[in-house]
């Protein structure tokens, strides 16, 4: 399935709060915060799940971790971390690839 929320976000159908754009992916504020940030970083392309990338995909993965420095970068984040849901079972509820940065408290490990 292609036409996930966050592809109406991408078409603009609904609004986000977007924290940056370019021509590969968009980042917006996530809607339900895990942490005082919380940012989902997503490439415009539609990629279901990690697991689903291609060896063409290379470049656009470089790029969507470079953006997610980029953003903690303009935004002073020190300490963050990046977070991948693959799949249901790992947490994973939209079918859209995302980093999700999370940063502005402690982080325990393991995850939950
Ligand atoms: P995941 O569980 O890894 O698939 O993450 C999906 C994330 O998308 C969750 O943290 C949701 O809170 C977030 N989310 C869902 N709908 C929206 C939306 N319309 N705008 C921003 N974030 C959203």
């Known amino acids: 399935m292609t036409d996930t929320i966050f592809s109406k976000i991408i078409n603009k159908e ?22 005082p940030t919380h940012i989902l970083v997503i490439p415009r392309k539609h990629i279901s799940k990690l697991s689903e990338s291609q060896e063409t995909d290379k470049d656009l ?18 300490d963050y971390r990046l977070v991948i849901n693959n799949g249901a079972d790992a947490g994973q509820t939209v079918f859209h690839l995302h980093i999700h940065i999370l940063a502005g408290r402690p982080f325990g490990w393991p995850p939950g």
């Open 14 to 35: 609904i609004p986000a709060d977007i924290v940056y754009e370019d021509e590969k992916c968009i980042a917006f504020n996530d809607i339900s915060p895990q942490a």
């Open 61 to 78: 993965l470089g790029h969507l971790m470079l953006s997610a420095t980029h953003i903690t970068k303009k935004l002073n984040l020190n």
